[in-house]
């Protein structure tokens, strides 16, 4: 790891890999999905329900007209479905795209607030179960370079380049071992870049990873972050 970083701030030019250190972790019943909003409009993915708010818009996946119908099992061969199997979180940047977590197809699609499709992103696509893309947060430097993509799947947090969508690293490992994972189901960064994540099941936890700076990841750290090459 590098060395920590002061006063909340990122340095202007940096090297793509970050790593973090766990610090604690404290039990909870059930964490559950985390969401973000823009000023002015308020969007929602999954069950949350905002009643007091008006209607505006809804679309499915690649900007579609929503469909009820049954696509049927993930198949990880098979061209992508034409619309979301389960849209399990979502996030707004600041520059004004909008971030969807479709987990059962282990993908990320990204829109425009009006729902106009702008790109898509696989991780481990060959997931089966309950999918990867369980959810994510949006790095909070300035142009939130990047996005951390929890895998509940695989028990996992992803490290992706924000513009380009590719994962650059991952940490975390299946166990109930400070700094393991056990099926991460919510994720959330504060100002400094500290990272938390909320299990489900057997951990019921949050856990806390602690910014440490943009570098090469020290061996024998905890969790210990993988470079994807």
Not at 115 to 143: H, N, Y
């Amino acid at each position: 790891m590098t060395a920590e970083r002061h006063n909340g701030e990122f340095p202007e030019r940096a090297d793509e890999n970050a790593s973090w250190t766990w610090l604690q972790g404290i039990r909870f019943s059930t964490p559950h999905a985390a969401r973000d909003d823009s000023p002015g409009e308020w969007r929602s993915s999954g069950r949350v329900s905002w009643r007091s708010f008006a209607f505006k818009r809804m679309w499915g996946a690649y900007g579609n007209k929503p469909a009820d119908t049954d696509p049927g099992p993930y198949n990880p061969n098979a061209p992508p479905v034409q619309q979301f199997r389960l849209p399990h979180n979502i996030a707004i940047s600041r520059d004004g795209f909008v971030y969807v977590a479709d987990r059962p197809n282990n993908r990320i699609q990204v829109f425009r607030k009006d729902g106009t499709f702008v790109k898509e992103a696989f991780v481990s696509k060959r997931t089966l179960l309950a999918g990867a893309a369980s959810g994510f947060v949006l790095s909070p430097d300035p142009q939130q370079r990047f996005l951390y993509m929890i895998d509940g799947a695989n028990h996992h947090v992803w490290i992706l380049d924000r513009e380009t969508l590719q994962p650059i690293a991952r940490f975390g490992q299946q166990g109930l071992f400070g700094g393991s994972l056990n099926v991460p189901h919510a994720i959330a960064v504060d100002s400094r870049g500290n990272i938390y994540v909320g299990e489900n099941f057997d951990a019921r936890r949050f856990e806390r990873f602690l910014y440490k700076g943009l570098g090469t990841p020290v061996a024998g750290a905890n969790p210990p972050t993988t470079i994807v090459r």
